[in-house]
């Protein structure tokens, strides 16, 4: 966990107008000692060894003594203004009896490897160490990012990605920095670059910075297999653990989901969010990253709906999660009470420590809407299969509202029951003291007579 400093605190802002920074953390310098095989910068009494086959480019600070040096058939010094090596005559005083060190592989560092980068707001923050936090999808350089490898360092990174080109505002190498195609193609080209950068997908420079004042999206989205791939996740110590949207792993903190309108800017917001809450000594452990995200909507988990454009902050304090539950609290009452002044037009959270009221209802109404919406769909192909069908309402509309067919309608016979009811009274069979003779019941039927066909006398059993 990174301790946040009073009124220095610096969060992930992936979607601001000012592109952020994007620092690649390992390289290949001789002065490193993570880079030899016994974990010490070799000496005059050491014999030094680079694999034959690999490809590598090191740069070098200073002198050093060696007692021998074995060099790869590919490979390049960088060396520092006073940089080189000599050859001690006897032993080296203070470098034991001397080993044989090798320079270890860098092969198979990736460019995908969201734990290869530190984000920042700008270069000084950088120099300083004023990290960023973010999901792992944001943690690699966004398409509005400006890339950085150290000024005084050489690296080897490869770039095999599933797209044939990675995307990005600019990059800098050995203090250079190139933010057209055009160079930094050259620079790719060169025996320099070419053992700098290797893999299946090149990198271009000359994207523009993010201009949408509500943030943009990462664009890291369709990398979301490759970058977790890379990344081990611990199991975490909470009772609701949570996956942020970009994440890889499931986190115990809070996330608050913001929906906005065209009056909501980044940027502003998180300055609200930074004098108002993070600078309170309660909250000096949090961990916060605020961005854009493109949340996938699908039917069922299966059926895509597209994408809903949000503004996800995550939240966290440790394996709890308890003060970022309170924090997110926190902000939900903020938006709620301003949300109109600040372009906000909903507030949703989660939180890993317990379900909130406000996730228990959501959970709720989306289950009892996935149950309507299924049980719609069924209905739908039975009807569609004719298992069940649909009752119909017949519309019947008076005689002068009908249009003119050219002539009086035919309407058939005349009912004596129905047409003429003044006729009713003058039917004593019906009515009258005949109705013993006209209708009759017996255990299995009722049979009457119909005065339309009295004459033939015939009898409908009903």
């Known amino acids: 966990m990174l301790k946040i400093p009073d009124m220095l605190l610096l969060f992930c802002l992936v979607g601001v107008a000012n592109a952020l920074y994007k620092q690649w953390i390992p390289d290949t310098n001789y002065e490193n000692k993570t880079n030899w095989d016994k974990g010490d ?18 740069f070098v600070e200073t002198t050093h003594a060696v007692l021998e040096m074995r060099l790869p058939v590919d490979g390049e010094f960088i060396l520092n203004s006073g940089a080189g090596f000599y050859a001690v005559s006897g032993q080296d005083p203070g470098c034991g009896t001397g080993v044989t060190t090798e320079f270890k592989d860098s092969e198979s560092l990736q460019w995908y490897d969201p734990t290869l980068w530190q984000a920042a707001a700008t ?7 004023n990290f960023l936090f973010s999901v792992h999808e944001e943690s690699v350089p966004c398409h509005y990012d400006d890339v950085v490898f150290k000024a005084l360092s050489s690296f080897r990174v490869d770039t ?73 996740c611990d199991s975490p110590n909470c009772k609701n653990p949570l996956r942020p949207t970009g994440h890889c792993c499931d986190v115990c903190g809070a996330i608050v989901t913001l929906r906005f309108d065209d009056g909501f800017n980044l940027q502003t917001y998180r300055e609200r969010i930074r004098h108002l809450f993070l600078a309170l000594p309660q909250y000096q452990s949090i961990q916060l990253g605020m961005s854009k995200v493109l949340k ?83 209905l739908g192909v039975l009807v569609h299969k004719g298992v069940v069908q649909m009752p119909t309402l017949n519309r019947f509309k008076n005689s002068s509202n009908m249009p003119d067919l050219g002539g009086p309608l035919d309407h058939g016979f005349d009912n004596p029951m129905f047409d003429q009811p003044a006729m009713m009274p003058d039917i004593p069979s019906l009515y009258g003291t005949g109705v013993s003779n006209s209708i009759s019941m017996t255990q299995t039927a009722v049979h009457f007579v119909n005065p339309v066909y009295d004459e033939s006398e015939t009898d409908f059993t009903a």
Not at 41 to 58: E, L, M, T, W, Y
Request: hydrophobic letters at 35%.
């Open 41 to 58: 910068i070799p000496c005059g009494n050491d014999i030094v060894q680079f694999s034959a086959q690999r490809k590598v480019s090191v």
């Open 123 to 129: 270069l000084n923050d950088l120099e300083q160490g």
């Open 160 to 232: 095999s990605s599933s797209h044939s080109s990675i995307t990005v505002k600019s990059v800098s190498v050995l203090g250079n920095t190139f933010t057209t195609q055009s160079d930094f193609s050259q620079y790719l080209s060169s025996s320099l670059g070419k053992l700098q950068f290797h893999g299946s997908s090149a990198v271009a420079v000359g994207n523009p910075a993010c201009e949408d004042p509500s943030g943009c999206d990462c664009g890291n989205s369709v990398h979301h297999q490759q970058i977790c791939s890379t990344v081990t």
């Open 296 to 378: 996938p909507q699908r039917l069922m988990g299966i059926i895509s709906l597209g994408t809903l454009s949000e503004i996800q902050i995550v939240i966290l304090d440790g394996e709890q999660g308890i003060q970022s539950a309170a924090l997110a609290q926190d902000v939900m009452k903020d938006a709620r009470s301003h949300g109109s002044n600040l372009g906000i037009s909903g507030v949703e959270i989660q939180t890993s420590s317990e379900e909130t009221g406000d996730s228990a209802g959501l959970a709720v109404g989306v289950v009892f809407g996935v149950l309507l919406l299924i049980t719609l769909i069924i």
